[in-house]
């Protein structure tokens, strides 16, 4: 079964990203889209990699005194999709392929679509992979 991942970048708008994630679990509710349609969240923090201990204490921090926007602040924000199609699917899979990045909060998004055999794709697949 050939793989789709579709990126969307959120930049810090935790907010939107919710709202993605949201809309995603009612099209999967309501289309019955349960192993076809996955979606996994990264937050790539933009301290460097000898500054992350300190900004994860920075984010202790800043947790107790607010509540944990200090995370959102600090971190950029992406929402990885994967569409898992059969092959007999193909014209459903380029029908979600079309209308999920139109859709209101994914459009500002900065959507990319990785298709198998594309540049890129086998880096987008093991992220996909790493995320919990």
Same mark, same amino acid.
């Given at each position: 079964?050939?793989?789709?991942? *579709? !990126?969307?970048?959120?930049?810090?708008? %935790?907010?939107? *990203?919710?709202?993605?994630?949201?809309?995603? %679990? $009612?099209?999967?509710?309501?289309?019955? *889209?349960?192993? &076809?349609?996955?979606?996994?969240?990264?937050?790539? %923090?933009?301290?460097g990699e000898?500054?992350?201990?300190?900004? &994860?204490?920075?984010?202790? !921090?800043?947790? &107790?005194?607010?509540? $944990?926007? $200090?995370?959102?602040?600090?971190?950029?924000?992406?929402l990885l !999709?994967?569409?898992?199609?059969? =092959?007999?699917?193909? +014209?459903?899979?380029?029908?979600?392929?079309?209308?999920?990045?139109?859709? %209101?909060?994914?459009?500002?998004?900065?959507?990319?679509?990785?298709?198998? =055999?594309?540049? =890129?794709?086998?880096? !987008?697949?093991?992220?996909?992979?790493? +995320?919990?």
């Amino acid at each position: 079964m050939a793989h789709i991942y *579709l !990126v969307f970048d959120f930049a810090k708008d %935790e907010e939107k *990203l919710q709202q993605a994630r949201h809309k995603l %679990e $009612g099209w999967k509710q309501a289309f019955r *889209l349960d192993k &076809k349609l996955l979606y996994k969240m990264e937050r790539v %923090e933009a301290a460097g990699e000898e500054n992350q201990k300190v900004a &994860k204490v920075e984010k202790k !921090v800043k947790k &107790k005194a607010d509540d $944990g926007d $200090g995370k959102a602040a600090h971190a950029d924000l992406k929402l990885l !999709v994967r569409l898992a199609f059969s =092959g007999h699917e193909k +014209l459903t899979e380029q029908r979600w392929v079309q209308r999920i990045p139109t859709e %209101e909060p994914f459009v500002r998004a900065s959507p990319k679509v990785a298709k198998s =055999g594309e540049a =890129g794709f086998e880096a !987008v697949e093991k992220k996909f992979e790493e +995320l919990d």
